[in-house]
């Protein structure tokens, strides 16, 4: 797995959004006074990052922004990766021109998977485009997938659920919860808030689970957030949980490789013609190693979950942001040192 | 003021830290290099980054350990003395053999 920024740019301002730090601020809205050349990828630099797909054994081209689908030779861009034979996943908050919406609405649901982020309807000025969104969701059918980011907690999911009814979508939401870019400068779901969330998800997957909706855990989840009981209710409810921290790679518009977003100011790499996923996954373990001891909770380190490698201790841009340097003065008598 | 006879310690820029339940984690940045530290010598750490002076530090380490305050004393030189063959902490420019040194960023807490 891994994903291509086509897009800098994007038409919504969600607050949680962890490409703060990567994206510059004056990218991350549309702006056309701006050359497209800075803000989407160009068709040779895609066809570029096929063939790094192709050597890395990946069959799926999966597309992310800013938002993908403004891009103005989106629809080139499907066509290529499906005649390079390889599936599409789209990452969309589901506000697209009509010739993407309509290049993905003639993609067959089994070579493309349209994921679309949605946003509580009464938040972030959302009420207007959720008419436009649910009219998207309802045109690609079973292409969409629901997503729903966790950033605050008093969210409310409810209203996911007939709007898989009435769209016909993927009977599944991916469910993501809010990590922080290692700035801190978007809003995120701190550790101690992790317990008063689980409830509220076990909650809404018992619900959903009634009308046939299975939740898909997306990472950074962390395995003791959810009681025994928790976690038997929602493997109960068939939900797909994990507790995940891996490096996904993400390649952005100039060809650099980083862990994902949320940790893109840790290290990036560049993506050339011998690199393949593997080996850059290697390079990105190897060093974010020594973080990894630790975790997003100071009992991470002796945690028997972790121990046992079930539970990496969650986002590891969280872990980092528990680290500091302090810059201490301490005066000895030469006597005693020498 | 550094009086004549001492030596200054500080931590070097590109250490980081995290205190957990049972152990502290130092990790330089640049070459990723980690090291655990618990018991004791956590304390210190902690101590040290509270910026407590050395005779606070030798007297609660004097406590926790139950030793004599010289033989503290002794055992927060050898502990410094070790961190900075490891890296991570370094003796103030123009301290190590009581040359005239940095004495105002020590006096203003810099």
């Not at chain 1, 403004?70 to 599409?88: I, Q």
């Not at chain 1, 993905?104 to 959720?130: R, W, Y």
């Not at chain 1, 980011?149 to 991916?174: G, H, S, W």
Request: aromatic letters at 8%; hydrophobic letters at 40%; glycine letters at 6%.
């Amino acid at each position: 797995m891994a994903n291509l920024a086509i897009s800098a740019v994007c038409n919504q301002d969600c607050s949680y959004c962890f490409t703060v730090d990567h994206l510059e601020a004056g990218k991350r809205t549309v702006d056309h006074t701006l050359p497209a050349d800075g803000r989407f990828l160009s068709v040779d630099a895609f066809e570029a990052r096929l063939d790094f797909l192709a050597r890395s054994d990946v069959r799926e081209v999966r597309l992310l922004g800013g938002e993908p689908t403004l891009h103005p030779r989106f629809t080139e861009l499907v066509d290529r990766a499906r005649v390079a034979k390889m599936g599409v996943v789209v990452f969309t908050n589901g506000l697209m021109p009509e010739n993407a919406l309509a290049c993905l609405e003639a993609t067959s649901a089994d070579q493309c998977t349209v994921m679309v982020n949605v946003n509580q309807p009464d938040a972030m000025g959302q009420s207007s485009s959720h008419e436009l969104r649910r009219e998207t969701i309802r045109r690609l059918g079973r292409r969409a997938l629901l997503g729903f980011n966790i950033y605050r907690t008093d969210f409310q999911m409810d209203f996911l659920l007939p709007l898989i009814a009435e769209t016909d979508c993927k009977a599944v939401v991916r469910l993501g919860m809010a990590h922080p870019c290692l700035s801190g400068s978007n809003q995120y779901i701190h550790p101690n808030q992790y317990r008063a969330i689980a409830i509220k998800i076990v909650r809404f997957a018992r619900v959903a689970a009634k009308v046939g909706v299975k939740l898909d855990f997306d990472c950074g989840f962390v395995r003791c957030m959810f009681s025994k009981e928790d976690f038997d209710t929602l493997q109960a409810t068939g939900a797909n949980v994990g507790w995940r921290c891996n490096p996904i790679l993400d390649v952005d518009l100039k060809g650099d490789v980083i862990h994902c977003y949320p940790l893109a100011r840790l290290a990036r790499l560049p993506l050339t013609p011998e690199t393949d996923a593997t080996s850059l996954r290697s390079a990105f373990a190897e060093r974010t190693r020594p973080y990894r001891q630790a975790g997003g909770f100071k009992e991470c380190s002796t945690c028997p979950f972790k121990a046992a490698g079930e539970c990496p201790g969650g986002c590891l841009a969280t872990t980092i942001r528990r680290f500091r340097h302090t810059p201490f003065h301490l005066k000895v008598a030469r006597e005693a040192v020498a | 003021m550094i009086a004549d006879g001492a030596s200054a310690y500080c931590c070097v820029p590109t250490i980081v830290w995290v205190k957990d339940a049972e152990q502290t984690i130092l990790i330089e940045e640049k070459t990723k290099h980690s090291w655990i530290v618990s018991g004791e010598n956590a304390a210190i750490w902690d101590w040290l980054t509270l910026n407590y002076p050395s005779e606070r530090i030798v007297r609660l380490l004097s406590v926790l350990s139950g030793t004599s305050t010289e033989e503290a004393r002794k055992a927060l030189s050898a502990i410094l003395q070790e961190w900075e063959k490891a890296g991570i902490v370094r003796v103030i420019e123009g301290n190590r053999r009581g040359e005239p040194g940095d004495q105002r960023r020590l006096q203003s807490g810099l």
